[in-house]
């Protein structure tokens, strides 16, 4: 009798699960599992981009490369988990509803942009936490010409100072600009409510943060966050008034509410706890990976991160050890211990650190070019070719040296 491996999710951490699991049974030789995910778009959105110009262009298709692999897509939304008996109900894209039986189950349904209960916030925010989101602010910007030239309409708004809150920051004086004409007087403000900018960041790459926000015409204001949003702009928490057609909400992010569904520990932002191998702790048969996963990376004491950097190999990790469960081998722990980040300055360029305490490494158009070529090969699925796409999906492969 066949069993089946079920994953949710079609982001970085879903694509290389499926991916991975195919390349551990295809190597044993095992022909009686089935490997099934669920996502509502058979699309990696390549999120990591959304904060750039011509966000509807960034996805690429999965089918062809599911085909290659042996994957079999359903295309729907779930519902509910019932880990009591391995079984999922799904809403197809027919709006036919189906229950999908598993004996194992990888979660890897990602994170959404945190929207607290901010007067206005909901009504008068834009984001680039999705793609549509994206477009929409797009849209958006593009129109800004039609409305009368005031402060309000020359000012953009960016709440939160974190990795998103900088990287669409620097973008948005040449967007106003190629919006607006060269001659508009444009300004960007990041509100951040901690006591510096990119306070995740550390103090390592802050001083070339700060100058390249500076020569790019970017401000920001600190120590007081968002307290109300309407048409006209923001107000914040000490009660100061910055009048804005553009505000972008940026401030967080928190796991799918799936995660909820699941009996097991979580962490303040929604993500479940997992041991070595992203089995999901007490939950037998559940793994989770992605940005539903708290998992360690090293044995210093350091954490996964909700980004692309991590998802990737979390995938990899979840996706083989999930099949090595099923085929009675042993897993392969999860350890990532070496971190990076490459954060965007627009025009400015960029700047690469190395390690949790953020090293500074590579800054300006050097670092802007390795961007460059993280954000528009390294993250992208590999071609729809069985043995490309296993080779890719080895979990002990090196994707930062």
Same mark, same amino acid.
């Given at each position: 009798?066949?069993?089946?491996?079920? $994953?949710?999710?079609?982001?970085?951490?879903?694509?290389?699960?499926?991916?991975?699991?195919?390349?551990?049974? +295809?190597? %044993?030789?095992?022909?009686?599992?089935?490997?099934?995910?669920?996502?509502? +778009?058979?699309?990696? %959105?390549?999120?990591?981009?959304?904060?750039?110009?011509?966000?509807?262009?960034?996805?690429?298709?999965?089918?062809?490369?599911?085909?290659?692999?042996?994957?079999?897509?359903?295309?729907?939304?779930?519902?509910?988990? *019932? $880990?009591?008996?391995? #079984?999922?109900?799904?809403?197809?894209?027919?709006?036919?509803? !189906?229950?999908?039986?598993?004996?194992?189950?990888?979660?890897?349904?990602?994170?959404?942009?945190?929207?607290?209960?901010? @007067?206005?916030?909901?009504? *008068?925010?834009?984001? !680039?936490?999705?793609?549509?989101?994206?477009?929409? &602010?797009?849209? %958006?910007?593009?129109?800004?010409?039609?409305?009368? +030239?005031?402060?309000?309409?020359?000012?953009?708004? $960016?709440?939160?100072?974190?990795?998103?809150?900088?990287?669409?920051?620097?973008?948005?004086?040449?967007?106003?600009?190629?919006?607006?004409?060269?001659?508009?007087?444009?300004?960007?403000?990041?509100?951040?409510?901690?006591?510096?900018?990119?306070?995740?960041?550390?103090?390592?790459?802050?001083? $070339?943060?700060?100058?390249? &926000?500076?020569?790019?015409?970017?401000?920001?204001? &600190?120590?007081?966050?968002?307290?109300?949003?309407?048409?006209?702009?923001?107000?914040?928490?000490?009660?100061?008034?910055?009048?804005?057609?553009?505000?972008?909400?940026? #401030?967080?992010?928190?796991?799918?509410?799936?995660?909820?569904?699941?009996?097991?520990?979580?962490?303040?932002?929604?993500? &479940?706890?997992?041991?070595?191998?992203?089995?999901?702790?007490?939950?037998?048969?559940?793994?989770?990976?992605?940005?539903?996963?708290?998992?360690?990376?090293?044995?210093?004491?350091?954490?996964?991160?909700?980004?692309?950097?991590?998802?990737?190999?979390?995938?990899?990790?979840?996706?083989?050890?999930?099949?090595?469960?099923?085929?009675?081998?042993?897993?392969? @722990?999860?350890?990532?211990?070496?971190?990076?980040?490459?954060?965007?300055?627009?025009?400015?360029?960029?700047?690469?650190?190395?390690?949790?305490?953020?090293?500074?490494?590579?800054?300006?158009?050097?670092?802007?070019?390795?961007?460059?070529?993280?954000?528009?090969?390294?993250?992208?699925?590999?071609?729809?070719?069985?043995?490309?796409?296993?080779?890719?999906?080895?979990?002990?492969?090196? !994707?930062?040296?």
């Amino acid at each position: 009798m066949s069993k089946r491996i079920l $994953v949710i999710g079609a982001g970085f951490a879903g694509m290389w699960s499926a991916l991975s699991a195919a390349r551990l049974l +295809d190597l %044993h030789g095992s022909t009686d599992v089935e490997i099934t995910l669920v996502a509502p +778009d058979p699309h990696l %959105h390549v999120r990591p981009r959304l904060y750039e110009e011509g966000p509807a262009n960034f996805r690429a298709p999965l089918t062809a490369i599911f085909d290659a692999a042996g994957v079999k897509f359903v295309q729907g939304t779930v519902e509910r988990i *019932h $880990v009591d008996r391995r #079984a999922v109900d799904v809403l197809r894209v027919d709006q036919h509803a !189906v229950t999908l039986d598993y004996d194992r189950l990888v979660l890897a349904a990602g994170s959404r942009l945190f929207r607290p209960a901010i @007067p206005g916030l909901a009504e *008068h925010t834009f984001s !680039v936490d999705q793609t549509d989101e994206a477009v929409e &602010l797009e849209t %958006h910007i593009r129109n800004l010409a039609r409305q009368p +030239d005031t402060p309000a309409r020359n000012t953009v708004v $960016v709440a939160g100072g974190g990795f998103t809150g900088i990287e669409t920051a620097a973008e948005m004086p040449a967007r106003l600009r190629a919006a607006l004409g060269e001659q508009a007087d444009v300004k960007v403000i990041v509100v951040e409510r901690g006591a510096a900018i990119g306070p995740d960041l550390g103090a390592g790459p802050r001083p $070339v943060i700060e100058e390249a &926000l500076r020569e790019l015409g970017v401000t920001w204001q &600190l120590g007081s966050g968002v307290a109300s949003v309407d048409a006209g702009g923001i107000t914040t928490a000490d009660g100061q008034r910055i009048e804005s057609s553009t505000v972008i909400w940026t #401030a967080g992010l928190r796991a799918s509410t799936l995660t909820g569904q699941i009996p097991g520990q979580r962490d303040t932002t929604g993500r &479940l706890r997992v041991d070595r191998n992203l089995a999901v702790e007490g939950v037998p048969g559940v793994y989770a990976t992605g940005d539903v996963a708290c998992a360690a990376t090293d044995d210093a004491g350091n954490h996964t991160m909700m980004s692309c950097q991590h998802a990737m190999n979390l995938g990899r990790s979840a996706g083989h050890n999930v099949a090595a469960d099923l085929l009675g081998i042993e897993p392969i @722990p999860y350890s990532q211990p070496k971190y990076v980040t490459c954060l965007d300055l627009g025009p400015w360029g960029a700047v690469y650190t190395e390690g949790w305490e953020r090293e500074v490494k590579l800054k300006g158009a050097d670092a802007k070019k390795l961007k460059h070529q993280i954000n528009s090969e390294w993250i992208y699925p590999p071609r729809a070719d069985r043995e490309a796409a296993f080779a890719a999906a080895d979990p002990l492969r090196i !994707v930062v040296a």
